[in-house]
């Protein structure tokens, strides 16, 4: 896996979209969707995201490399279940946010799952709870890659209380694999840290376990 690795990651750098897609195609008969993604994807990108932190690669090559990553899991997502599945109502959003992937990413997997999921695309706090009133949303996943973009979770809760409105927010991201009880004090019900969390946090909360 490490050498797969590798080479993904020196394709992306080198903007080598055909051989990045090669290697990929090449590992999906012997690992899951979800091992793909957590495994060779976020690993590539996130490695490729230090290294721009240390200097060593330029934001455009970590910009390309997110780019041809969005391209490439277009074409990966498994065909999705026909059977749906009863859940409460629910939504997917970027909240003031533009790192895109894990949101298309969670929402595929949902998909996949049976889970229908209304995708809100990149919204503001203001224009998302709106969108969770007008549609009568009861469950809200909310992805988020960076710091400040975490802390409005906070303004969408207390937007949602003023209203007395008790939706169940479900978050996930960077900032909250870093401070893992950030969740908590920007007033989340839930966070998860993989697509297949997002799935198993679903499941709960339709079961009433959650
Ligand atoms: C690729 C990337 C970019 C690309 C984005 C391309 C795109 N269209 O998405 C580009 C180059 C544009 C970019 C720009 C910037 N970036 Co950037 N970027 C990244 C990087 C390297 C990888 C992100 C990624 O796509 N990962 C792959 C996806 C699949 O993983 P994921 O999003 O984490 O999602 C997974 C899980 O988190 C989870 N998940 C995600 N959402 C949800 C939701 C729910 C409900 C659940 C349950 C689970 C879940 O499931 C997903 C699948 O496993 C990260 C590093 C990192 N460690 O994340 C930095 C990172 C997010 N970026 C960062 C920064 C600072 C920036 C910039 C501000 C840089 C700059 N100075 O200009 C800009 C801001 C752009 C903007 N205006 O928003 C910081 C944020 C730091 C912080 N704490 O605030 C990071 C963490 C890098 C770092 N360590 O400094 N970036």
């Not at 793909?36 to 490695?47: D, G, H, Q, Y």
């Not at 749906?84 to 997997?109: C, E, F, Q, T, W």
């Not at 988020?144 to 975490?150: G, Q």
């Not at 809760?157 to 007395?164: E, P, Y």
Request: aromatic share 8%; with cysteine; proline share 3%.
């Amino acid at each position: 896996m490490e050498e797969i690795l590798y080479a993904f990651q020196e394709a992306l750098l080198s903007t080598d979209i055909i051989k990045a897609r090669q290697i990929l195609s090449k590992t999906t008969n012997w690992i899951t969707f979800e091992q793909l993604i957590e495994t060779v994807i976020v690993s590539a990108l996130e490695n490729i995201g230090k290294g721009w932190e240390r200097g060593e690669y330029a934001l455009s090559q970590v910009y390309m490399s997110g780019r041809i990553c969005e391209e490439l899991v277009e074409t990966l997502f498994p065909p999705e279940s026909r059977q749906r599945k009863p859940a409460p109502k629910m939504a997917i959003a970027l909240l003031n946010d533009y790192h895109a992937l894990g949101k298309r990413v969670v929402y595929s997997a949902l998909h996949a799952s049976g889970f229908d999921v209304l995708d809100y695309g990149r919204v503001t706090t203001e224009d998302l709870v709106q969108k969770i009133t007008n549609d009568g949303i009861e469950v809200i996943l909310l992805s988020v890659l960076m710091f400040p973009s975490a802390l409005h979770v906070k303004d969408v809760r207390d937007m949602l209380a003023q209203q007395g409105s008790n939706v169940k927010i479900v978050v996930g991201g960077a900032p909250f694999r870093l401070d893992r009880q950030l969740w908590r004090q920007v007033g989340a019900d839930a966070v998860g840290y993989t697509a297949s969390d997002a799935i198993n946090i679903i499941q709960a909360i339709s079961a009433g376990a959650a």
